[in-house]
């Protein structure tokens, strides 16, 4: 591939959007290894994010890039990419299709997630996920595991997680509310 790559840029076979697209669809493939062919996560650990909004994903990589959010690895990936480059991956990542991957949990743990996302998470992320807001993420069929650690980060004091109103969210429900919220959540498909 590398080699055809090459060539064509050599050859002039590839100028302007056409190179500028095949650069992205490159990088764009070195994020398989975490979040899968297309951003279809395979691990419950990392999220999905094929089809996440295009602004909340260049947001978020900012906030990474920058020191604004919370992160393990991805604040350093994302520290040698140019903000040029952090919107296009995003704008690609954004045309990819959201694929749910819904997960199995007990029906007392869905009645109860159920009910938690009814009060809390209505408002920003849709009765089952599917249904966002502008900017907000699909929860529908993402990992549930993924979710609760993205959660604890909002509850601890010492990490930074920009977003106030999630923040809040999660302060006001109780922390087993918001596991039952997030399988409820991860349990659910288009």
């Not at 899968?36 to 999220?47: A, I, K, Q, W, Y």
């Not at 909340?56 to 990419?81: C, D, H, P, S």
């Not at 919107?87 to 009645?111: G, I």
Request: hydrophobic residues 40%; proline residues 7%.
């Amino acid at each position: 591939m590398r080699n055809v790559l090459m060539t064509a840029i050599l050859t002039g076979a590839l100028s302007g959007p056409a190179l500028a697209q095949t650069n992205i669809e490159t990088l764009a493939r070195t994020c398989n290894g975490c979040h899968g062919l297309g951003g279809v996560s395979v691990g419950s650990s990392m999220p999905s994010i094929g089809g996440l909004p295009r602004a909340y994903l260049a947001r978020v990589m900012k906030e990474w890039k920058y020191g604004q959010r919370a992160a393990v690895t991805m604040n350093r990936i994302v520290r040698g990419f140019s903000d040029d480059e952090i919107d296009a991956l995003a704008t690609w990542f954004a045309a990819q299709p959201w694929t749910p991957v819904p997960q199995q949990a007990p029906a007392e743990l869905l009645a109860l997630g159920k009910r938690a996302v009814w009060t809390t998470c209505t408002d920003c992320h849709g009765m089952t996920g599917g249904d966002p807001d502008r900017d907000a993420p699909p929860l529908d069929g993402q990992w549930s595991k993924y979710m609760e650690l993205e959660l604890e980060k909002y509850r601890s004091p010492d990490l930074a997680m920009p977003h106030r109103q999630m923040g809040k969210a999660v302060d006001e429900v109780k922390p087993e509310d918001a596991s039952a919220a997030v399988h409820w959540f991860g349990a659910q498909k288009r």
